[in-house]
């Protein structure tokens, strides 16, 4: 049989193979290949080989996850998937849906999938002009995976005696010093299988040319996974303590990076950010380690309120802080967390803090809409939408975050924050309520 290579996109809801690259016994031009031209079959597997088993959110209804995705269109490409007027490979564009995510899970847990296709010829394609039409062409063995979004991505292990964490890092191509990003992921990335930590959503976009060009051009993104979840405190998992066992484990793990990287990083631009059980961890993090980090993002963060203390507000009225959620957040309630932290630390003083707090989460990609034709809603809690889109820029009372007199979106304002600059942050001071 013969073989194929898929095509993976990060996407606002995870990674899905989003192309089949085939080789052809022939060139072929522009024209000449359909959407009806392959027929295509898909598998997702676990681990151990079984199908994945799926169980639809709202009828609750289990159902093998196998079946013929949607074919969107084929045409003549390069080995890598790039369009052209002829070519000898074929690329298959498939639609977005769950027969080609990457990876599977819940709000708790994630785990990476094995995707399997096969790729039948429904319809001839013209042969050469002397020659015969193409046909009877089947492919059912993957050649390999092409992912550009994962371009520069490795991944290790740090060392410590009790919490060994494994990690996914991002290094710029740039010479001498360069900002890092400490991005902490949600609940459901943590585990044992590190790829899920900055795949599981759009982690990539940290590296992607657009945040970088905002973080000065180039900058190292340090993804540590939890092998369980960042609000564990020895006691419960998720509980409402405001404390971890990892804090020190994670400030281990950077600290032995920046030392790994001596020179290349630039330590008065070590910037840290999550998202919901993460953004807990950065509070965390910003309260253990205040004079640390240069700069701090605080997505959906899971940081309740009744532990809000006076040395909680004076650590983080240190650090310049952007905190984003949504008002329909059913998960990490906004009433209960940041609202009230943000507030408490404006009554306090503090400069050096921002809120974009959005109505709903809408779709940004133009791929999915309402039966009205609108942006299509999506789930409360997942604020990370508009945060990996650089889609924040209001403060709480809908005017523009300024730095400096300038008006600045989320990651053009992160990468302007240094320990070395000097001078207070421009915030209103007027919020609207929930």
């Known amino acids: 049989m013969l073989r194929y290579k898929t095509y993976t996109e990060m996407t606002d809801f995870g990674p899905y193979i989003t192309k089949l690259i085939l080789e052809l016994p022939e060139r072929v031009r522009a024209g000449e290949l359909t959407d009806t031209t392959f027929h295509v079959y898909a598998e997702c597997r676990e681990a151990d080989g079984s199908v994945v088993i799926r169980t639809e959110r709202k009828s609750g209804r289990k159902a093998l996850l196998k079946g013929y995705p949607k ?3 084929a045409y003549p490409c390069t080995s890598d998937g790039v369009r052209c007027a002829a070519g000898d490979f074929a690329a298959i564009d498939l639609q977005e849906e769950y027969l080609n995510k990457r990876v599977a899970g819940d709000l708790l847990a994630s785990r990476w999938l094995e995707n399997f296709y096969r790729i039948t010829q429904l319809h001839d394609i013209p042969g050469p002009l002397d020659g015969n039409a193409v046909n009877g062409l089947v492919y059912d063995t993957c050649a390999g995976d092409i992912c550009p979004q994962l371009s520069g991505w490795k991944d290790s292990v740090s060392v410590h005696p009790e919490h060994p964490l494994h990690y996914g890092y991002f290094t710029p191509a740039a010479d001498g010093r360069s900002p890092l990003v400490v991005w902490l992921h949600g609940a459901g990335e943590g585990g044992d299988d590190i790829r899920v930590a900055y795949t599981g959503n759009k982690v990539t976009a940290i590296s992607s040319p657009d945040i970088q060009g905002k973080l000065g051009g180039a900058a190292w993104v340090l993804v540590p996974q939890c092998p369980t979840v960042w609000m564990d405190d020895g006691i419960e998992k998720l509980g409402r303590s405001n404390r971890s066992i990892y804090t020190e484990p994670v400030k281990r793990l950077i600290d032995q990076f920046i030392s790994q990287h001596k020179n290349q990083i630039d330590e008065n631009r070590i910037y840290i950010g999550g998202l919901s059980n993460g953004g807990f961890m950065t509070i965390r993090m910003l309260i253990d380690y205040p004079d640390f980090f240069a700069g701090a993002i605080a997505a959906c963060a899971a940081f309740y309120q009744e532990n809000i203390t006076g040395d909680v507000l004076q650590n983080l009225k240190k650090v310049p802080l952007w905190f984003v959620h949504c008002k329909k957040d059913t998960i990490v309630p906004p009433i209960e967390t940041s609202v009230p932290l943000y507030r408490k630390l404006k009554e306090d003083g503090a400069e050096q803090v921002h809120f974009t707090l959005f109505d709903r989460i809408l779709d940004l990609s133009g791929k999915y809409k309402e039966p ?63």
């Open 71 to 73: 074919v969107l269109r």
């Open 372 to 434: 009205d034709g609108q942006p299509k809603e999506s789930f409360g809690h997942g604020v990370w939408i508009h945060v990996y889109n650089d889609d924040c820029a209001a403060e709480l009372d809908n005017t523009r975050v300024m730095d400096h007199g300038i008006p600045v979106t989320l990651w053009e304002w992160l990468g302007c924050q240094s320990k070395e600059q000097e001078g207070p942050f421009a915030i209103s001071e007027t919020a609207s309520p929930l």
